[in-house]
């Protein structure tokens, strides 16, 4: 059995105590105004780019040959999907390089030790023929490496309950990362481009990428978008009145499991792509605090939660990695019990905020709830993302989705009547969510209702 390199992880070092893989310092005042600011904004899923599907160039046609001789018959069928659907071409990315530029250079450029670019190529090719292998399953830790892996998240505790703890919890680990998978998926189907020069880059020795944002996509004011960046702790330089320099990078224990899944992958976990991905992007939304090898996040200043990404969080992390202006629309009313109490918005109303959004060609992701009944009947979520719909022989609206939590390689379908009441929050284009009201910035209605929470808190108990 092929083993995973562990050496450069340095899981201990010589005097026994946990060897932190360091993150890299944000460059140089100099580095981003070197890199080539995008003439494509993706505010709108419209793409304008002219659809390419044969090889033109010299240089095209030996990338694609380098790839198909390192790919099984399996593979290379999967190569030539890319090409003839169109998207192996497409270039729309930050720096214009396209789908078929960054899947050559992780197969042939340096990948981080561990990892192997033919592997990351298979997976690329995978999520181009069907994106809905995209998940949040989580993978199981190895044998070999379950003590290691312990031991760093323990800090190396001799305490026998606190490793038997820390090992079924290993064991019994679900993710609850549903909204950076979906946010994956997304960006995905909808910026390939974008997203396999991200996956090249987090791929990388150096297991980062950057990302150049219009600063009106988190916030109209530019100071506003300034202080997002600083609250959430979002390396990053600012370009100009404009723009903005991001730093994407995955918590420091996302390349161990990473690593692990380069060799020891079973069929329905997350891919090392899936892994990098979404850790990136709970880095993003929990202030750097997220950990792949616990999925868990520290509590901040708008949150006393430890799993997975508040609403406004996910908004946060959407609008970055998309460069996107959307607005996280509420449209159930909760209790302070955790109860579902109402609604903002008629249901006819929600729906055609739904199939406007569609039209426009965007996805929209979505929340919704249940109640749990071993929580007390308090509302549980989960987020998903809406990609179509569909007529049912009797006139009901049935709405395609992708669920990252179900187990399936294939989208779900679910009926207008079980999913518009159950929808508390979605992702809506700005034009489209504020033909009716006047919408605050979801982080600015999130913080004031944290604050109201934590007073009437104090309140109840003086």
Known sequence: MVSVNFQNVKVYQTSGTADKIQTAPFPSASAPKQMQAPTFRAEGYHDTLTVRTQLVTSDEKKKYKEISKELSSGYRKKLDYALKSGILLKNNSDDKSSVLDNLHKILKEERDPGLDG??????????????????????????????????????????????????????????????????????????????????????????????????????????DAVW??????????????NKAVILLKPDENAIIRARIQNNHRDKGERSIID???????????????????????????????????????????????????????????????????????????????????LHMGYN??????????????????????IVGYKTAPNGELIFICQDSDDGLDAPVEMPESFLIPSIHHAGIPEEIATRDFEYKDSWKVGMEEFEKMQQEKKNQNP
């Open 364 to 385: 929209v992701i979505i929340g919704y709830t249940w109640p749990d009944p071993e929580n007390d009947n308090k509302l549980a979520g989960h987020e998903i993302t």
């Open 228 to 241: 997002l960046l600083n609250k959430f702790k979002t390396p990053h330089e600012i370009v100009d009145f």
């Open 275 to 357: 892994v990098l991905m979404q850790s990136t992007m709970m880095q993003l939304g929990s202030q750097q605090t997220y950990d792949s090898l616990t999925d868990r996040r520290e509590p901040n200043a708008w949150t006393e939660e430890n799993g997975g990404l508040i609403e406004f969080e996910k908004t946060y992390v959407e609008s970055v990695m998309e460069n996107k202006n959307t607005i996280s629309v509420i449209y159930q009313t909760v209790d302070e019990n955790g109860r579902l109490k109402g609604y903002e918005k008629d249901f006819d109303t929600i729906k055609k905020e739904l199939l406007d959004t």
């Open 118 to 223: 033919r592997t990351i190529v298979q997976e690329c090719l995978d999520i181009i023929n069907n994106p809905y292998v995209i998940t949040q399953t989580c993978e199981d830790i190895p044998k070999e490496y379950k003590l290691p892996v312990i031991g760093l998240i323990t800090n190396l505790s001799e305490n026998m309950n606190e490793i038997k703890e820390t090992s079924q919890a290993l064991d019994e680990m679900h993710t609850g990362t549903c909204p950076t998978a979906s946010i994956e998926f997304d960006l995905a189907t909808k910026n390939p481009a974008e997203f396999f020069r991200i996956v090249e880059g987090l791929t990388s020795p150096k297991n980062e990428a950057y990302k150049v944002i219009d600063m009106d996509s988190l916030s109209e004011k530019t100071l």
